[in-house]
């Protein structure tokens, strides 16, 4: 299979939290292992490969004025061309948004100019910060409908801009990283169907697909449980009371991640993960070389094995 490239540039003001999320979701830091993080001199380039067919090149934009000055002068053909994804990062807690928000409509200005097409990924961070005064998130809805503005304004509808709230202390940084690299990779329409297929011959009610070295959630079956995948909004789970939590998947992302990180520490080595309560089996195993796979039943006649079995049999179709 030929290899994707993929350019994601990485922006946002100084502080925001870009090398922090960087560096939790691909080099295994934790979120307080990035208190020791300098600030990024310039650009700090590096490749990261997925699934073996599609590499990701991540431009990590330091964010400080006479970077980012550069960035929109001199630099402006070299930085904004051939990009696939902007991830903004905006602060919440920063008391300048007028002056953010200019940033931002510069760089969205030069980005539509060089690559008319990319898609803007704008991450609000530092939300653990904000909920305990603003638990409503009030302040989130109406940056967010400002960056909204901004785009409509210069980027008259050209390319797809969503805004995620993320903080790195919690999963919903794994739930926009995902978000982002779900979009990126060529044949996750195959990847998609092939989960669903298996999904449906376990008898299960969710597939799940997790790519090995970061734990971000490539692919979901679609489950019936959730409707549409895309979104997982909660609701209410047919002929059963329960609310799904809408970011299930990412938290497994980051107790596996934080987990492995443990048995290393301890010179173990983690494999995997198999359960069974009431009428509940969870498995949690290697898909491929690049992949997990997490297949979750409620059927009683279902057992371990039996998923276990199906998973391996699939996997040629995953490779
Ligand atoms: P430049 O390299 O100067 O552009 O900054 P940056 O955007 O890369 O910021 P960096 O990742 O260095 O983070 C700055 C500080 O913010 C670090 O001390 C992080 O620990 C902290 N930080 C990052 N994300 C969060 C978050 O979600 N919540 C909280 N509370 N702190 C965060």
């Not at 953010?100 to 969205?108: A, G, T």
């Not at 195959?190 to 970061?214: G, M």
């Not at 009371?241 to 990180?261: M, N, P």
Request: proline share 2%.
């Amino acid at each position: 299979m030929s290899t994707a490239r993929r350019k994601l540039l990485l922006m946002g003001k100084s502080g925001s939290g870009k090398t922090s999320m960087r560096s939790v979701i691909f080099s295994n830091y934790s979120a307080k292992d990035t208190k020791r993080l300098g600030a990024t001199i310039d650009v700090e380039q590096s490749a990261v490969r997925f699934l073996g067919s599609l590499v990701l090149n991540l431009w990590d934009c330091g964010g400080q004025n006479a970077f980012v000055d550069n960035y929109l002068t001199a630099q402006k053909d070299t930085i904004f061309a051939n990009v696939a994804v902007l991830i903004y990062v905006f602060d919440i807690t920063s008391t300048e948004w007028d002056v953010d928000l200019k940033y931002f409509e510069e760089i969205v200005t030069a980005l539509r100019e060089n690559s008319g097409d990319a898609r803007v990924w704008v991450l609000i961070n530092k939300m653990d910060l904000a909920d305990k005064e603003d638990p409503k998130r009030t302040k989130y809805g109406t940056r967010k409908a400002d960056i909204v503005g901004v785009d409509e304004r210069v980027g008259k509808g050209k390319g797809e801009l969503r805004c995620f709230p993320t903080s790195i202390w919690d999963e919903s940084l794994y739930k926009a990283w995902s978000s982002v690299v779900h979009t990126l990779i060529p044949n996750i329409g195959l990847i998609t169907s092939h989960l669903t297929f298996l999904r449906d011959l376990c008898l299960a009610v969710e597939a799940v697909v997790f790519e090995t070295d970061t734990f971000l959630v490539i692919a979901k079956s679609g489950s019936p449980l959730d409707g549409d995948s895309s979104t997982l909004d909660e609701r209410e789970v047919a002929g059963n009371a329960k609310v799904l939590d809408r970011q299930r998947f990412e938290k497994i992302s980051e107790i596996v991640k934080g987990f492995r990180k443990t048995c290393q520490r301890n010179g173990e080595q983690w494999v995997g993960f198999e359960s069974t309560f009431d009428e509940c089996k969870v498995v949690l195993e290697p898909l491929t070389k690049n992949t997990f796979i997490l297949v979750v039943s409620v059927d009683p006649i279902i057992e371990v094995g039996m998923l276990q079995y199906n998973i391996r049999e699939s996997q040629l179709h995953f490779s």
